[in-house]
């Protein structure tokens, strides 16, 4: 972690460790310079084409999300002592997959079985989506979070909406432009944020949009790569009164390099933040961290390492 890293507000606490960047918006952060594009497959009018391209990448950073995300509910009612809907916000939430894996006893793998399968291939859009819509209805688990999802992708999110995925969706870009009224609205009562690699594309512009609309305590779970700096969304995170976080025992497998070159330029980046790559991008992964991020009574009583730990063993 870099000096000036040391200062944002981040909590720090030893190191260790071994994650998909999510494929973003066409606008591509100067972070992400670099980065292989996965502009044809992000915004299409359903996920089948998303799965098959990110196949052969052994993308999986919703899959290592996915246990995490359903401690930190529990965890959230602890320390606020409400037993009700918890409210999230997935931010980069794409075709609402995190949200699937949240709320719905399936796995990522059963993802890229359903969405990857020929019979899936052959079916219309709206086939697709009847189809999807029963399944998801079927599968859904007792006491699922409230879930609103936001992205720049407003195919990708009009399917999430239309197969019951989403509660609400927002296809908008607040790098942009400000929240829309609607979306204004359904922030008041987020109480969790997630995100699993869109950090970079969205910056700190964005997250103080929507922190100043939540109306109350609010908890920001991140999945970062390690070639991103968190240190200014960690300052921006502070201002709104919140204590960072960083999970130190492990690291989390993204997904493969495409190719060589983009190996190289994150090897290039992660040396950039003072860090090594050696075991992990050096070995043809792009790897991610977690960050959390928490009013300081909530990360005292519930320290990231001690929920991560939790979440895996």
Not at 87 to 99: K, T
Request: proline share 6%; charged share 25%.
């Amino acid at each position: 972690m870099t000096a000036r890293t040391a200062m944002t507000g981040i909590q720090d606490k030893a190191q260790q460790g071994h994650s998909h960047q999510r494929p973003g918006p066409s606008r591509p952060s100067p972070l992400y310079q670099g980065k292989t594009s996965f502009d044809d497959i992000y915004d299409q009018p359903d996920p089948r084409d998303y799965f098959r391209g990110l196949r052969p990448l052994e993308y999986q950073i919703p899959h290592h999300a996915q246990r995490i995300f359903q401690r930190l509910l529990p965890a959230l009612g602890a320390v606020t002592g409400r037993d009700q809907q918890v409210r999230v916000l997935d931010v980069c939430c794409s075709y609402g997959i995190n949200a699937a894996l949240l709320n719905h006893d399936v796995t990522l793998d059963d993802l890229y079985h359903r969405y990857t399968d020929p019979r899936a291939a052959a079916l219309s859009r709206d086939e697709l989506i009847e189809r999807d819509r029963a399944f998801y209805a079927r599968n859904r688990l007792p006491g699922a979070a409230h879930m609103t999802g936001l992205d720049a992708a407003r195919n990708a999110v009009a399917y999430a909406r239309a197969v019951g995925l989403l509660d609400e969706g927002f296809g908008e870009d607040l790098e942009l432009t400000d929240p829309s009224p609607a979306l204004v609205r359904a922030l008041g009562p987020v109480e969790l944020i997630t995100v699993t690699g869109g950090v970079g594309y969205v910056t700190s512009q964005t997250f103080d949009k929507l922190l100043s609309h939540i109306e109350g305590p609010v908890w920001v779970a991140a999945f970062v790569l390690r070639t991103v700096d968190y240190g200014s969304l960690a300052d921006t995170l502070a201002r709104h009164g919140l204590v960072t976080q960083r999970a130190t025992s492990r690291t989390f497998l993204q997904r493969r390099f495409s190719d060589a070159r983009e190996q190289q330029n994150a090897i290039e980046a992660v040396l950039a933040t003072d860090r090594s790559p050696e075991g992990k991008e050096t070995d043809g992964f792009y790897h991610s961290e977690l960050y959390l991020s928490r009013p300081a009574e909530h990360a005292a009583a519930f320290p990231a390492d001690e929920i991560l730990d939790r979440a895996i063993h």
